[in-house]
């Protein structure tokens, strides 16, 4: 079975940190990347991160640039993404996803955030408050 598992989500005061992980089991050879999104109350989903393993390549979404950071782990199954400096806009629902061919995070974060993908985590809550 295809799945994505995200954990490390939490509470955190602003200026906080908090570091997400991926854990994608059930792929083959299509998996060639992973990308993080997240949805706030009211908002339309948006995307955070992408990361394509073929040459690590990294895409950021203007929230996230310059405080979070994408990466993987001993391999590709493990997907962290680490965010710093989180303020209150940060507050939201956070998802990994893949699909199960290759694609190009260009235009996965190019869409900002509506591109449907294959498979999807459960999600994991990211809640930053003073």
């Known amino acids: 079975q295809v799945q994505l598992v995200e954990s490390g989500g939490g509470s955190v005061q602003p200026g906080g940190s908090l570091r997400l992980s991926c854990v994608a089991s059930?792929?083959?050879?299509?998996?060639?990347?992973l990308a993080w999104f997240r949805r706030a109350p009211g908002k339309e989903r948006e995307g955070v991160s992408c990361?394509?393993?073929?040459?690590?390549?990294?895409y950021y979404g203007d929230s996230a640039k310059g405080r979070f950071t994408i990466s993987k782990g001993a391999d590709k199954y493990v997907v962290y993404l680490q965010m710093n400096d989180l303020n209150i806009e940060d507050t939201a629902v956070y998802y990994c996803?893949?699909?199960?061919?290759?694609?190009?995070?260009?235009?996965?974060?190019?869409?900002?955030?509506?591109?449907?993908?294959?498979?999807w985590g459960k999600g994991t809550q990211v809640t930053v408050s003073s």
């Open positions: 990361l394509e393993f073929t040459d690590d390549s990294t």
């Open positions: 996803a893949s699909n199960l061919s290759p694609f190009p995070c260009q235009v996965v974060m190019g869409a900002g955030g509506q591109l449907g993908m294959d498979i």
């Open positions: 059930g792929f083959t050879s299509g998996y060639t990347g």
